[in-house]
């Protein structure tokens, strides 16, 4: 019998990512533990992580998004924003906080400035998100 992981269908079409180890153990604990209605984000961020390469956290290249950082992206419908990647406790909108237990911080995490994604909206729009630029966070 095969077993595949649940990304080797789409892995193919979808830009490579990288995470730092401790990002990567945080998270997979995290999103396994999920249950309710966040199920789906939650599912969405663990195929994420099981096609990102995992690098030690010294490793970690400056241009990549991970927990903390400061993302500038854009979306194919013209949404252009800077938002900083957190946990779930963390986030705060109006401070410019997103979870990554949210599509777009599931979709943000691990990608690299000038990579783009698809990415379903909560609406359920089927769009595109491009990084412009990353930085670390205060």
Not at 48 to 58: C, G, M, N, Y
Not at 65 to 87: A, E
């Amino acid at each position: 019998m095969c077993t595949m992981s649940r990304a080797t269908a789409t892995t193919r079409t979808l830009p490579p990512l990288v995470l730092n180890a401790r990002d990567h153990d945080r998270l997979t604990t995290m999103a396994n533990g999920i249950t309710g209605p966040m199920a789906d984000v939650a599912e969405q961020l663990l195929i994420e992580l099981d096609r990102a390469e995992i690098v030690t956290p010294d490793r970690f290249p400056a241009d990549a998004v991970g927990m903390g950082s400061i993302v500038s992206f854009k979306t194919t419908d013209g949404f252009d924003r800077t938002f900083q990647l957190v946990y779930p406790g963390e986030a705060d909108i109006n401070a410019g906080k997103v979870s990554v237990l949210t599509p777009i911080g599931a979709a943000l995490i691990g990608l690299r400035a000038g990579q783009t994604i698809p990415w379903t909206a909560r609406d359920g729009r089927h769009l595109r998100l491009t990084v412009l630029s990353v930085r670390l966070g205060e």
